[in-house]
């Protein structure tokens, strides 16, 4: 499993305090340089059991084909060129409407297989609010190109959890995006990240986080919005339809392990994990080991997210028998197979169902 973050955008979105820099040419060239000289260090690192890409950002659509080429040249050198079983490229709709067909084409000639276009809303008000780049009209017109194209896994990122978004609102959000008929749809609840715009404007005064009742209120609604259209609900944020679960991601939930390359990206190994920190270029990396404790908690969470679930082997060996069955009585969990699981209509309240058992 190799990430790459490609740390471009064109502008930035009020609640995102990912690394990113403004999008130019130098930067693209530096960035570049810098992502094939840690391919070639870390080549060996590379563990490609689950062999996936994932391009992830930022922004991946804004770096130059030219520039894309050239780092998957030099993955091939050093002898992991593909074909991956799932190449995934993070894109934005707005380049997809202004690079069109020809763009599209030489992306699937490179071998992407997956996109993952950051819709987050059909609302024009809201998408200004968020300062995206894009409208409605552009976001469908962009899906439809990526069909046209040949796309055949295609997966929309939406938000919802926002102290403006009116209930209709999201309703028809979601109408909208089955109407398109993605083989994945992920839905995020908004969080206020640190160093974004929108954490300051929480500081000014100027906005008000959602309500719980709200939040949850629109995540029930998507829930039972996707299952009647067919989606399964594979992990706490992700449905697919039937066969289409995101690899790369599941295989973080699994705990695989990956190589994350570029600025600001994470790797994970055995009971280590690493990050580069976030310049464009001469980045240091950084790694740290799991204690035990860690470990386990990591575990427990990352397996409980997911519908399959944690194995109950693991989870009574490591749980109290007592909470394992206080939550068992009041449904917040569930026994199938050799498996414990937070059923669908407990999902919301995850994080305190796992308190229970920690
Ligand atoms: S959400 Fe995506 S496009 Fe917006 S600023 Fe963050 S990384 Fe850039």
Known sequence: MIYIHIPFCRSFCTYCDFYSEKATAEGFTEFTDAVCEEI??????????????????????????????????TLEECGH???????????????????????????????VNRVSMGVQSFDDGLLRWMNRRHDSERACRAF??????????????LIFGLSNLEDAVWEETI??????????????????????VLAHRLENGEYTEASDEQCRRQYDTLCRALGEAGYLH??????????????HNQGYWERRPYVGLGPSAHSFGGNVRGWNSSELSGYTYTQESLSPEDEKMEKLMLSLRTSKGAQASFLEANCPASAIATLVKNGALQRQGAYYRIPEDHFFVSDEIIRELV
């Open 144 to 157: 439809g190109l990526l069909r046209e194209a040949g796309f055949g896994n295609i997966g929309l990122d």
């Open 81 to 111: 060129g593909g074909p991956f079983t799932e190449f995934t490229m993070e894109v934005n709709p707005e380049d997809i409407v202004e690079r069109g067909l020809p763009y599209l084409h030489s992306l699937r000639s490179l071998g």
């Open 234 to 247: 594979y992990e706490i944020s992700n449905f697919c339809l039937p066969g289409f679960e995101a690899r």
């Open 40 to 73: 070639r260090r870390r080549a060996l690192e590379f563990d490609t059991s689950l062999n996936t890409l994932y391009l992830g950002g930022g922004t991946p659509s804004q770096l130059p084909l030219q520039d894309l080429t050239r780092i998957l040249l």
């Open 175 to 196: 109408k909208k995006a089955i109407e398109l008929h993605p083989e994945h749809i992920s839905c995020y609840q908004l969080t206020v990240e640190g160093d974004s």
